[in-house]
């Protein structure tokens, strides 16, 4: 019954599309020493995001992520009963990061911040926010090394590669433009225009 309510919730999310009363998620993590020490990320349900590492909405970085994923993460806050109760496991255990999950919907507003759960769901829904701030990241190191540094492009797109190998890859939409510039580029060598190639043929396959 519960698995079928989240289905039905979550039919009704995607239905709202990207109308003005459409639900979004935000997930926060602050862990000053960390490399970032805060990030900030906002999805909608069609897959529109953004990614920020301040507190300042003009430095956020958008993205899109894949349907699959988008959908899993609603899913899971509806499932987590959009976060209207307490997440965090009260265990006493060593400091991972405050986090702070958000549902914002109209006038309905919820949220719940904690160091550790051990709620599954929870694990689940913070683990598909890291993966894809661990994309942005990714996105961006590309985006810096195509401006600035040719010898490490080929570094960038190993590490894309890597993720993608260990399926911590998430939002290809937009990392798909990058590789197919790094690839008809001769500017870059020769080894990471066939990386670059290869990636992008792995992405569109399996779309």
Do not use: C
Not at 26 to 38: D, E, H
Not at 188 to 197: D, G, L, Q, V
């Amino acid at each position: 019954m519960i698995k079928l309510f989240a289905l039905l919730a979550s039919l009704a999310i995607f239905a709202h599309g990207g109308s003005d009363d459409a639900p979004r998620l935000t997930f926060s993590k602050s862990f000053p020493g960390s490399v970032p020490p805060y990030f900030a990320i906002t999805l909608a349900p069609d897959g529109a995001a953004t990614y920020n590492e301040s507190e300042d909405p003009d430095n956020s970085e958008a993205l899109h992520l894949e349907p699959a994923a988008t959908r899993q993460a609603f899913e899971l806050a509806e499932r987590l009963d959009r976060f209207k109760k307490p997440l965090e496991s009260g265990l006493k255990i060593a400091n991972m990061g405050q986090k702070t999950l958000r549902w914002e919907q109209g006038s309905e507003k919820s949220e719940a911040k904690y160091n550790y759960s051990t709620m599954e769901d929870a694990k689940a829904l913070g683990d598909i926010f890291e993966r894809i701030a661990e994309s942005t990241r990714m996105i961006l190191d590309l985006r810096r090394a195509l401006k600035h540094d040719r010898l490490g492009v080929n570094d960038a797109v190993l590490r894309i590669q890597a993720a993608w190998e260990n399926r911590k890859l998430l939002v290809t939409d937009d990392i798909l433009p990058l590789l197919d510039q790094v690839a008809m580029n001769d500017a870059y060598i020769h080894m990471a225009r066939e990386r670059a190639a290869r990636m992008a043929d792995a992405l569109r396959a399996a779309r």
